[in-house]
């Protein structure tokens, strides 16, 4: 089971499971004002790394409300760094991690697999609580908890957050070494109505650097003149 | 925060908030093959018991399958107490209190709340891990390090199991003294198309058996013949 989200980590740990010799279950979300460019891009991705299957599950946070993610707030544009680790963002939409992974784990136990693979990074990501290792760990104690899997014996769930360590720049270097096409991959949190990315946001701007650091270019597509700001 | 199947725990749980002091906003959810019947008895629970909203979210379970609650297996009917608690029930929908739990979560902390209620059972339970007090305290660590609400300290959530050490004759005895229309709702986990219970399903059966300690009879509408079978 890969969560993929059709950005650049959740990619990579797709290329990653695969590499381990997993077959690779995929598994996106609809919610909310997601945009369309993301799953069209989850879909390309899975499709490019071989994933057995891609499945998109319809989630219905709107009612929950509360972030820039999901209603009308503005996304923060040109931030520092700094700006984006000082305090926990906007765009933090509430337990999102926590549902993805319950329905990660409830396909998993019905199809009896154990592994669970999340692109979560705890040192360039955005100040997110549902990103740091201590909240993957409880989550893997409640779901061995939660489920006849767990229970009987049967399984013992994993969750892998092969990325929660590496620096952008590691994980893009570890996706090219595994054949990851990154110009597939979207992760911008205001994209235009095409699919192209702002370049500004935290999401724009974390991945830029990652390429900068690497002299590359980021080869997916971004509006005129918003590549490298 | 109430998880409101429209059964009569989570109607029983309702009326213990509210007789707390909580102002109850109660959720409900739509998935599957679940019966619209449950989620009228829902709505009319929500407003009897004073419930200040009412939200229902759609969750899309059905590519997870194995399960008799969400696909074509057949529900099994007339079993004994002891067969019902020997092992984990074909109705077993993999991680399904965590999927809820994780929904209600989102919403408390959008809306500033911190105490969730959920009407599991771990005495008369028909087998599922997902209503163990192990469990239960497991999904409350995870929940206080996966949100912002949680990590900032702003709020210690709490999952609030007020039936988990109580016989269905307790609970309604409970419920009874607070008010709960216990005609309003809907247990059965194989209804009529008009909502009449079965009355031979596990959910049947455990319900019948507390209002008969208690030499009362169930006010909810059965199948002709079905009651007390």
New interface residues.
């Given amino acids: 089971m890969v969560l993929l989200s059709g950005g650049l980590d959740s990619a990579t740990v797709l290329a990653m499971a695969r590499a381990q010799g997993f077959a690779a279950h995929a598994l996106s979300f609809r919610y909310g004002q997601r945009h369309a460019t993301e799953l069209a891009a989850a879909a390309e991705v899975a499709r490019a790394l071989g994933a057995v299957r891609h ?1 998109v ?5 709107r ?5 820039a993610l999901t209603s009308d707030l503005a996304v923060p544009k040109g931030r520092s760094l700094e700006a984006m680790t000082a305090e ?1 963002p906007v765009t ?8 993805f992974l ?2 990660a ?3 998993a ?2 199809l009896g697999a154990a592994d669970i693979f999340l692109g979560v990074n705890a040192l360039d990501y955005s100040g997110y ?2 990103c ?1 290792p ?2 993957i760990a ?2 893997e ?3 061995n ?4 899997a ?3 014996g049967q399984a013992r769930f994993r969750i892998h957050t092969p990325l929660i360590h590496l620096t952008k720049a590691e994980i893009i270097t570890a996706g090219r070494a595994l054949g990851v096409d990154y110009g597939l991959t979207r992760s911008c949190y205001d994209p235009a109505p095409d699919g192209a990315a702002c370049g500004t946001c935290d999401s724009c701007l974390l991945r830029q650097k990652g390429f900068r650091e690497l002299g590359l270019t980021d080869p997916a597509p971004y509006q005129p003149g918003a590549r490298g700001q």
Same sequence: chains 1, 2.
Avoid at 145 to 148: C, G, H, I, R, S
Wanted: aromatic share 14%.
């Fill in positions: 499945a599950a319809e989630i219905d946070l009612f929950v409300g509360g972030s926990i933090y939409v509430p337990a999102r991690n926590t549902i319950s329905y784990l409830a396909w136990e019905s609580p549902d740091r201590e909240y409880a989550f104690a409640m779901a908890l939660a489920t006849k767990g229970v009987t």
